[in-house]
């Protein structure tokens, strides 16, 4: 057991689905895997472990925001021996042809924050996800006629849609507009995984967008989250041992 996580070490399996929303990883758990058993309760971080096709994975929950995500992944890749993370979220699109409900995987991600130089020094803006992780969902989702968009995304620390001046928020990143979408917790996910030379990657569901006024209606979104939660899964379980 650590700080903030209260399972056991064999409750954890080394292959890792993180999505931010307990309550996401409980419907996850309950939706997709056989034998699934409440692994973390701590600060209500609700994960779960359990076999999806015979496999045995873990769903863990991570919270928002930078810190966050650095306090469970940190844990998870030093303590409870976890090789591959594939992170779950939501995003939304910095470039017009990025629509609402599209799939981004993130080859990198861009951030201005110093978390990670705060933690070790590490004074790096932009960290790469894993290729082979992202090789294996790139081959999935053809398979299962999933279409994604990949490359670079932004992991910041502030919710931009409440950024009052998205023009001078937007000018303080380099070449804004070639990166897909933005998020919050990404860059030191990929950071972590780095620093313990693991797996890690982000699949996002792009659900606002300036450049579109639509509302993502309930319904839509999980049909189109299930694609990603779907997309993850089968993806994973193709991780070699």
Do not use: W
Request: a negative charge; glycine letters at 4%.
């Amino acid at each position: 057991m650590t700080l903030h996580i209260n399972a056991k070490e064999n409750d954890i399996k080394e292959n890792i689905i993180m999505t931010g929303d307990p309550l996401r990883a409980k419907y996850i758990s309950e939706k997709y895997l056989d034998n699934a058993r409440l692994v973390n309760t701590t600060r209500n971080m609700l994960s779960y472990t359990g076999t999806y096709k015979g496999k045995e994975i873990t769903i863990f929950s991570h919270g928002m925001g930078m810190p966050s995500m650095g306090i469970y992944s940190y844990e998870l890749f030093n303590f409870y021996n976890a090789k591959n993370i594939v992170r779950i979220g939501t995003a939304g699109a910095n470039r017009k042809d990025i629509k609402l409900l599209d799939l981004v995987l993130a080859e990198s991600s861009y951030s201005l924050s110093n978390i990670a130089s705060l933690f070790d020094d590490c004074f790096e803006n932009t960290i790469s996800s894993s290729s082979v992780l992202n090789n294996i969902i790139e081959n999935s989702s053809k398979t299962l006629d999933i279409n994604i968009h990949k490359g670079k995304i932004i992991t910041t620390d502030v919710f931009d849609p409440y950024i009052p001046n998205q023009d001078k928020y937007k000018s303080k990143y380099d070449s804004f507009d070639s990166t897909l979408a933005s998020e919050m917790e990404s860059f030191m996910l990929f950071y972590m995984a780095k620093k313990f030379k693991r797996n890690a990657t982000s699949i996002l569901t792009v659900v606002d967008s300036p450049f579109d006024n639509n509302e993502v209606s309930s319904e839509q979104r999980e049909k189109t989250l299930d694609n990603m939660i779907f997309l993850a899964l089968e993806s994973i379980i193709n991780v070699k041992e």
